[in-house]
């Protein structure tokens, strides 16, 4: 089955620019998106294929894919950005999560 | 405005049957794929089950294959999780989620404030 595979932590300081990748074969043949999800709270959509942003998400959140790497890329981190962030796409039967990524902002 | 009430959680025995739903609002349903996602106490989300706008085509995670089954009532704009044989792993919050069906893909644009499901004796 197919699978995609995050790094279970990144750590930023305020006003850096954090990056957070999810990997899977071939996944720059397929439309990555990315949701974040903060404590106690539902998942939120914040990329969808590859590189847009759903309408009131901030500029500063951007996408990427690429061969077998999807970036999520949070330029001027802010602390209400920490949070979990979870990558996901359709491998043409299955919808597929990547296991999350903890942003920390410190 | 765009909103989705999930409810009918609760705690079950193992082996036992629950019914979730998830009333829309803001959108027909007639008009959307939709999905179950779940998520265990501390994990992250595991995918469960798409129904395709149409209603006609119905994907399941291979962990729930055969146990769950998806549906939706078009005229009471209500998507349904029926669980049966259900077992301590599927403990977890539920979401539904509306989904886009484009390009070949499916992503979530709106989710429920989720169910709570506990299978435990």
């Known amino acids: 089955s197919y699978e995609l595979t995050q790094p279970p932590s990144v750590s930023v300081s305020p006003g850096q620019t954090a990056s957070i990748t999810c990997s899977g074969d071939?996944?720059?043949?397929?439309?990555a998106c990315w949701y974040q999800q903060k404590p106690g709270q539902s998942p939120f959509l914040v990329i969808y294929?590859?590189?847009k942003r759903p309408s009131g998400i901030p500029e500063r959140f951007s996408g990427s894919n690429s061969g077998n790497t999807a970036t999520l890329t949070i330029s001027g981190t802010q602390a209400m950005d920490e949070a979990d962030y979870y990558c996901?796409?359709?491998?043409?039967?299955?919808?597929?999560f990547g296991g999350g990524t903890k942003l920390t902002v410190l | 405005e765009v909103q989705l009430l999930e409810s009918g959680g609760g705690l079950v025995q193992p082996g036992g049957s629950l019914r979730l739903s998830c009333a829309a609002s803001?959108?027909?349903?007639?008009?959307?794929?939709m999905t179950w996602v779940r998520q265990a106490p501390g994990r992250g989300l595991e995918w469960v089950s798409t129904?395709?706008?149409?209603?006609?085509?119905?994907y399941f995670s291979d962990s729930v294959k055969g146990r769950f089954t998806i549906s939706r009532d078009t005229s009471k704009n209500t998507l349904y999780l029926q669980m049966n044989s259900l077992r301590a792993e599927d403990t977890a919050v539920y979401y539904c989620?509306?989904?886009?069906?484009?390009?070949?893909?499916?992503?979530?644009?709106?989710w429920g404030q989720g169910t709570l499901v506990t299978v435990s004796s």
């Open positions: 071939q996944l720059g043949d397929k439309f």
């Open positions: 803001g959108f027909a349903l007639s008009s959307y794929a």
């Open positions: 294929q590859d590189t």
């Open positions: 129904i395709s706008g149409s209603g006609g085509s119905t």
């Open positions: 996901q796409a359709w491998d043409g039967s299955h919808v597929v």
């Open positions: 989620a509306s989904t886009v069906a484009a390009a070949g893909t499916y992503y979530f644009d709106s």
